[in-house]
């Protein structure tokens, strides 16, 4: 059977070829008994495959997940009222909003820390990675996004605003330390190792593929997480009450 | 003896119990602020709140009725508030606000609003419509039978969901994300080391994403689901029943297929982490198994595959193909040898 006839049969199966090329194949069918052995090979297999029924569940997940999200109270039907509003944003929006309010509250809170009464702690660094070691990365695409969306929505988005925004939060929260509760502050910082494993891991993947969008977007949002605990670390009221 | 009376009769007389009732008009608001201890709420058919609490001497609870709220908060005679323990009674109407960074929260039957904001802290929350924003630091998050936009986020421990209805955006840092028995628009579920566990319907029109980094994410929706499907992972592994065909086969493991015609737009996303989706029943198809099937994208007698068996038959038919083109070769070489002038045999069978 030559591999020029071995290629062609299912589009002959599907009615696909030229009518030369089918009269060609159909001669060479007449005379190749193994090409002509898979041909009924594969018309077989689709016609079985065609009346196929669904097989039986051979791997359950439903105990696992019932187990673990602790379902013990049945289904309850609700009234279905469509929301007017949906307050989800695109990563590469929410990024930018992310941003734009960091930047908004980080230089409020700086000013405000600046003029207010916290004195500047000399402790440790809140953060295991100190920012801006690593290369920053250039977006230049977005996450993975479902069909139909725009996966440049990233360009001329640089990793190095979010360096500095972070950099900026972290001097804050290293000011800020001394007031929280030392359990709080521990948990924090366990977290912010974290995510400083996480883009890690992402910077150092996207090193390998600088054009992936996934690896883009995973790196954005990874940065967007930590600006967003930091954030949320510096708002912290403090164990003083 | 009678110093463990003294001790006792000393504790007692230091703790002291507040309780007042005040009729409230309809729309106002309840904002507790509580440094540390618990606030527990529930909700009654009355047009009044009522609210106890237990504190020592040291702390008092102040309440002040304005217009359009109703504030409740604590503070430290000598110092910072101590520990004080709420049980609040509202009326099923009211939105409530509580906060307080060393504080266990529940609030229990209410169609208002809810806002929760803790540090250290557990929170529960079952009911409630419209905006409900529940947040912790230390402290795992559940909600339940709500409906309307939610925001529920913890950093260091898991936030579940549960019976709802509405817009969902759930997030963690360490720890698992799980929604359950939801109907929603617009889900956004998201964990850096933690699992996602999605079990619900997905809406035609609505909008799904889930994101970790190195957790997994299960997926179990209804039969016959119609979503457009993105999956991305850098090291993991995605598994699926459903019938999918390929439409995008990105590096690494991004693509993207459509399941059931289409309709819902849903992203899954794990770096390291495993992805599994299931819809109804069927056996679990890997992602080796779509990778050979986009393949085999020549074989186009069997463009829609029905399940995952069908195509592990393709691919058997495949193997078998090979099996035989391997035999008929190895049966042409052999054949060839011996065409070729025999060897002379050995010297013990000469003799």
């Known amino acids: 059977m030559t591999d020029r006839w071995t290629d062609r049969l299912s589009e002959y199966l599907d009615g696909d070829l030229a009518a030369p090329e089918r009269a060609e194949l159909e001669t060479h069918l007449s005379l190749c008994e193994e090409c002509a052995e898979a041909l009924e090979g594969l018309r077989t297999v689709a016609e079985r495959a065609q009346h196929l029924e669904t097989p039986a569940l051979t791997e359950d997940l439903w105990p696992g997940i019932e187990a673990r999200i602790g379902a013990a109270s049945p289904a309850r039907i609700f009234r279905f009222r469509p929301s007017t509003f949906r307050f989800t944003l695109s990563l590469p929006q929410a990024a930018a909003a992310a941003l734009a309010l960091t930047l908004l509250s980080g230089g409020a809170m700086w000013w405000a820390m600046r003029s207010g009464p916290l004195a500047p702690a000399k402790g440790v660094p809140i953060a295991a990675q100190a920012p801006g070691a690593t290369p920053p990365a250039t977006f230049t695409a977005g996450a993975a996004t479902a069909p139909g969306a725009d996966v440049n929505q990233f360009a001329g988005f640089d990793a190095t605003h979010y360096d500095a925004a972070i950099a900026d939060l972290e001097r804050m929260l290293t000011e800020h330390r001394s007031q929280l509760d030392t359990s709080t502050v521990r948990v924090v910082e366990q977290n912010l190792v974290i995510i400083d494993h996480a883009i890690e891991q992402a910077r150092r993947a996207l090193a390998a593929d600088p054009a992936s969008p996934y690896l883009n977007g995973h790196l954005a949002q990874q940065l967007k997480l930590k600006l967003d605990l930091l954030r949320r670390a510096t708002d912290l009221p403090g164990a003083h009450g | ?351």
């Open chain 2, 1 to 351: 003896m009678m110093l463990i009376a003294a001790a006792a009769f000393t504790l007692a007389s230091m703790v002291t119990h507040t309780d007042t009732i005040l009729t409230v008009r309809p729309g106002t608001v309840l904002d507790v602020s509580n440094y540390g201890g618990s606030v527990a709420v529930t909700s009654w058919n009355r047009n009044a709140v009522h609210i106890e609490a237990d504190h020592s001497r040291r702390t008092n609870v102040q309440i002040e009725t304005g217009p359009n709220a109703l504030q409740v908060s604590t503070n430290g005679r000598y110092g910072p508030a101590g520990v004080v323990d709420f049980q609040i009674s509202v009326p099923v109407w009211m939105s409530i606000t509580v906060r307080g960074p060393f504080t266990d929260v529940q609030v229990e039957g209410t169609k208002g609003g809810v806002t929760v904001e803790t540090v250290r802290g557990e929170v529960s929350v079952i009911g409630g419509s419209g905006l409900i924003s529940l947040s912790t630091v230390q402290g795992s998050v559940s909600l339940q039978k709500a409906n309307g936009r939610m925001k529920v986020s913890s950093i260091n421990e898991g936030v579940s969901v549960e019976d709802v209805v509405g817009d969902i955006d759930a997030q963690t840092v360490n720890g698992d994300v799980s929604i359950s028995r939801a109907v929603a628009d617009a889900i956004e579920a998201v964990s850096v080391s933690g699992d996602l566990i999605y079990a619900g319907s997905l809406k035609r029109d609505g909008q799904y994403h889930f994101q970790t980094h190195s957790g997994d994410i299960q997926l179990l929706v209804p039969d016959r689901t119609g979503a457009y499907v993105g999956v991305s992972t850098f090291s993991g592994e995605f598994g699926t029943n459903c019938p999918v065909q390929l439409t995008q086969l990105k590096r690494h493991k991004q693509f993207q297929f459509t399941l059931g015609g289409g309709g819902a737009q849903l992203e899954l996303e794990s770096f390291s982490g495993d992805i599994q989706l299931q819809a109804g029943k069927g056996t679990l198809m890997n992602l080796e198994d779509l990778k050979d099937l986009k393949d085999l994208q020549d074989f186009k007698g069997l463009k829609e595959f029905k399940n995952a068996k069908e195509f592990r038959n393709l691919k058997e038919f495949e193997k078998m193909k090979a099996l035989r083109k391997f035999q008929s070769d190895a049966k042409h070489k052999q054949d060839d040898q011996e065409e070729t002038p025999e060897t002379p045999p050995p010297p013990d069978e000469e003799k």
